[in-house]
């Protein structure tokens, strides 16, 4: 295989959060594919990593779905964006999104989510070259706050969801 030299740090992250780390090397060819399993009334999320099973560290009250797998950060292997399905398939608040990127040799990066109350499924489209997710929140439902709705764009940028566009109603 050929290998792409790359320092990243092995770490457990979660929200954009980074603990310890050390230089590694990563496989620039890697086969991911991102599946989740029911526990209970939960979801758990893993990836197949070259024939090897991952769990990826998430809190365990979570219901998700893979919306889609690619490759966001043009790294040349394929991440994940996953929906938070928040009260778990209620309809009470809209749901929120996060990516999921293999880091090599069984380490994940999980990033911030996005989106507060995202009742539309998600566009993904090219920008700039790169893969794009477009979603429109808004903070419809019972409260005091004046209503509101917002287009907005991430992209996957250096192991986080950043937005690139922000355009509001």
């Keep these: 295989l050929l290998l792409l030299s790359v320092f990243l740090f092995r770490n457990q992250i979660f929200n954009g959060l980074v603990y310890g780390g050390s230089a590694d090397i990563i496989e620039s060819h890697a086969d991911v594919s991102y599946y989740c399993k ?10 197949k990593v070259d024939g090897f099973e991952y769990k990826i560290d998430l809190p365990n009250d979570m219901c998700l779905d893979i919306i889609a797998q690619k490759d966001f950060d043009q790294d040349g292997i394929d991440d994940a964006l996953v929906e938070n399905i928040q009260a778990c398939g209620g309809n009470a608040i809209g749901n929120s999104y996060f990516f999921v990127s293999y880091q090599g040799t069984g380490f994940f990066t999980v990033t911030n989510e996005f989106g507060t109350s995202v009742w539309e499924a ?5 920008w700039k070259g790169a893969q794009s997710v477009v979603i429109i929140d808004n903070n419809s439902g019972f409260n005091d706050a004046a209503p509101y709705t917002v287009k907005e764009r991430y992209i996957l940028k250096q192991g986080k969801a950043v937005r690139v566009e922000s355009a509001k109603k």
């Design 122 to 126: 998600p566009k993904i489209e090219k």
């Design 38 to 47: 029911s526990q209970g009334e939960y979801d758990k999320l893993y990836a």
